[in-house]
């Protein structure tokens, strides 16, 4: 019973890490893509123009 419990143990820490771990990876690409992100020019100009 004892290994029973072991395996289904394991089985769920696997199919956990198989969740978070990918969510983690896009979590970390979308904020390296908002720090790398290049300002909007045309907005810029739009605003300057505009006041």
């Known amino acids: 019973m ?3 419990k072991t395996v289904a143990v394991a089985l769920g820490v696997t199919l956990g890490a198989l969740i978070v771990i990918p969510l983690m990876v896009l979590a970390g690409l ?3 893509l908002k720090l790398t992100e290049e300002p909007d ?3 810029l100009e ?3 123009e505009g006041a």
Do not use: G, N, Y
Request: no cysteine; proline share 0%.
């Open 41 to 43: 020019e045309e907005s």
């Open 2 to 4: 004892r290994a029973l």
């Open 30 to 32: 979308f904020v390296w």
């Open 46 to 48: 739009l605003d300057q």
